[in-house]
């Protein structure tokens, strides 16, 4: 026999033809997001201290191509991006489908998994066009100190690196571990 689904699960069904119905949303969206969903991204983050205006918004399908994005703006075929190893492998294919060489800066197991800043610098050159700071750490699960992000943001200032900022696990860690986000911390480039 087969019966009517509860109501509870018809709210998105309902929700979809209501949407489809108001002839608003046909077609395709705007390249960086409906601007109703990216002042919502705005709302959320102010409640954290972030100050971020709606055309600072740009909504991605995906944090790979965040990424993509990111790599393409900062990085020109011929000239390198430093990411972290062991990483996430996607850094790499994004790079390479770009033209651009990958350094790996190497993160110490002994340490907890913070970056050698040492090695960090010495794979700088006159071509670096940005470092990539996955943190928390995918794949190690590490989550550098405030200490070692402003360490980061000492090496990338000295050298007038950009820092592309992967922090999508930011809230994977956890109770008693506290996240820091580079765009918090970062007093040199405000």
Not at 31 to 56: F, T
Not at 102 to 123: F, G, I, K, Q
Request: hydrophobic letters at 40%; one cysteine or more.
């Amino acid at each position: 026999m087969i019966r009517r689904p509860p109501r509870s699960t018809l709210f998105p069904y309902t929700t979809l033809f209501r949407s489809a119905r108001s002839m608003k949303y046909n077609g395709y969206a705007p390249s960086a997001g409906y601007v109703e969903a990216r002042q919502a991204i705005c709302n959320y983050l102010s409640k954290s201290g972030d100050h971020i205006e709606v055309e600072d918004v740009i909504l991605c399908s995906g944090c790979s191509y965040a990424l993509e994005m990111c790599i393409t703006v900062l990085a020109n075929p011929g000239q390198n991006i430093l990411i972290p190893s062991p990483g996430f492998p996607i850094y790499k294919m994004i790079a390479n489908c770009l033209g651009v060489e990958c350094r790996h800066y190497t993160l110490l197991p002994e340490r907890r998994w913070e970056a050698d800043l040492d090695h960090m610098e010495s794979l700088i050159d006159s071509n670096t066009a940005a470092i990539v700071v996955n943190n928390p750490s995918n794949p190690c699960g590490s989550v550098f100190s405030k200490q070692h992000l402003l360490d980061i943001l000492n090496v990338a200032q000295t050298h007038f690196v950009p820092i592309i900022a992967d922090e999508i696990y930011e809230h994977f860690v956890s109770e008693n571990t506290e996240s820091f986000k580079i765009v918090r911390i970062n007093t040199f480039f405000l």
